[in-house]
T-cell receptor, first 115, second 112 residues
Framework: ETGVTQSPTHLIKTRGQQVTLRCSSQSGHNTVSWYQQALGQGPQFIFQ???????GRGNFPPRFSGLQFPNYSSELNVNALELDDSALYLC??????????????FGEGSWLTVV | SQQGEEDPQALSIQEGENATMNCSYKTSINNLQWYRQNSGRGLVHLIL?????REKHSGRLRVTLDTSKKSSSLLITASRAADTASYFC????????????FGTGTRLKVLA
């Protein structure tokens, strides 16, 4: 158990729709990152939040956005869904900033299928 | 882009044998972490090794890091069927946005 929970576990959306994925981190973990993992690939960094502010972003378009809340929960929002957005979305949390080399702990992920 | 590249891409061994997986990366790193992923599930943290460390152990796991060669290896000794999973290395870099970059993984199958 990593103490990181994600919801929903599976969902199907139609191209063009919007989706919100949720994550609950361990208490005290003030850094949360989101990753996208396509089938057969390694996870790709989407963005990271530290103390409710985005402090790093990967090569993902602005239609991928996020929020982090004071209660150690966070959201990943994706607008205008495309078929290529079909993937496993992973939330990861860590105590302190990852620049300190802290271990990051992953949730079980949310499987998104866009049809 | 993938910074870490695991080798081999797939590995099949008998229970009780040792499994060695390698990871190569391109840029300077702060630390490197190894993760296990069972099919379709989340990533389980195995070991973190910092750039100033050369070797770490955790139970049946041994990780080495050679920063001069930009490579790391994960050794699983006395493998079990339950070790069947995909294994990923993730490099932590302070270049630009601090983030972890994952390789494409090694798919390990341990045959009973």
């Amino acid at each position: 158990e990593t103490g990181v929970t994600q919801s929903p576990t599976h969902l199907i959306k139609t191209r063009g729709q919007q989706v919100t994925l949720r994550c609950s981190s361990q208490s005290g973990h003030n850094t949360v990152s989101w990753y996208q993992q396509a089938l057969g690939q390694g996870p790709q960094f989407i963005f990271q939040y530290y103390r409710e502010e985005e402090n790093g972003r990967g090569n993902f378009p602005p239609r991928f956005s996020g929020l982090q809340f004071p209660n150690y929960s966070s959201e990943l929002n994706v607008n205008a869904l495309e078929l290529d957005d079909s993937a496993l979305y992973l939330c990861a949390s860590s105590p302190g900033q990852t620049s300190s080399g802290n271990t990051i702990y992953f949730g079980e992920g949310s499987w998104l299928t866009v049809v | 882009s993938q910074q870490g590249e695991e080798d081999p891409q797939a590995l099949s061994i008998q229970e009780g044998e040792n499994a060695t997986m390698n990871c190569s990366y391109k840029t300077s790193i702060n630390n490197l972490q190894w993760y296990r992923q069972n099919s379709g599930r989340g990533l389980v943290h195995l070991i973190l090794i910092r750039s100033n460390e050369r070797e770490k152990h955790s139970g049946r796991l041994r990780v080495t890091l050679d920063t001069s060669k930009k490579s790391s290896s994960l050794l699983i000794t006395a493998s079990r069927a339950a070790d069947t999973a995909s294994y990923f290395c993730a490099t932590g870099t302070a270049s630009g946005t601090y983030k972890y970059i994952f390789g494409t993984g090694t798919r390990l199958k341990v045959l009973a």
